[in-house]
């Protein structure tokens, strides 16, 4: 149980370009779900903060304009980096908090590896 | 002050040995302790969570945890060399914080 997939696992794409990541839990429902990015050797970031129906809360340093989330069932979240630049090349991992969790545990998702040319 | 802290290693242990991981959290209304495996390129995940005081074991996993001194500790027995790998700290008031992780490696 508690699984969690992403798609694509990675994609490459031009300067300018925009790219939607997509989140999904395969065996719960998520009222919360996560976005973190991850630069080499350095911990996770987490970016912004989405629940299901309503706008996501962004981390201060976060552009909502560039990196829009949208959450719209409780079963998936997309992440959409728009006009990417070889800057936003990272590692974008997703996570989940189940609706009826006790402890609030999340449960991540593979990870998808951005880069931009 | 960082909400959860890390000692970021890296830590070398031999095969067999005991790995001890410590995290200390500044927020003591924190109500549950979560410990994470990265290995490298991928992404966190769960080893084990504690909630109470004291020791929680899992195979040769045991989570220690004193909300007195704020403190959360991770035990590896007889560790091996797949345990080669970033372990994080998380702490959740409401949301987790994670800690910045502590490399370990195992040698054969």
């Known amino acids: 149980g508690a699984v969690v997939s992403q798609h694509p696992s990675w994609v490459i794409c031009k300067s300018g370009t925009s790219v939607k990541i997509e989140c999904r839990s395969l065996d719960f429902q998520a009222t919360t779900m996560f976005w973190y990015r991850q630069f080499p050797k350095q911990s996770l970031m987490l970016m912004a903060t989405?629940?299901?129906?309503?706008?996501?809360?962004?981390e201060q340093g976060v552009e909502k304009d560039k990196f829009l989330i949208n959450h719209a069932s409780l079963t998936l979240s997309t992440l959409t980096v728009t006009s990417a630049h070889p800057e936003d090349s990272s590692f974008y991992i997703c996570?989940?908090?189940?609706?009826?969790?006790?402890?609030?545990?999340?449960?991540f998702g593979p990870g998808t590896r951005l880069t931009v040319l | 002050q960082k909400e959860v802290e890390q000692n970021s290693g890296p830590l070398s242990v031999p095969e067999g040995a005991i790995a001890s991981l410590n995290c200390t959290y500044s927020d003591r209304g924190s109500q549950s302790f979560f410990w994470y495996r990265q290995y490298s390129g991928k992404s966190p995940e769960l080893i084990m969570f504690?909630?109470?005081?004291g020791d929680k074991e899992d195979g040769r996993f045991t989570a220690q945890l004193n909300k007195a001194s704020q403190y959360v500790s991770l035990l590896i027995r007889d560790s091996q060399p797949s345990d080669s790998a970033t372990y994080l700290c998380a702490v959740n008031p409401n949301n987790l914080f994670f800690g910045t992780g502590t490399r370990l490696t195992v040698i054969p």
């Open positions: 504690i909630y109470s005081n």
């Open positions: 996570s989940a908090r189940a609706v009826n969790t006790n402890y609030n545990e999340q449960f």
């Open positions: 989405s629940n299901e129906g309503s706008k996501a809360t962004y």
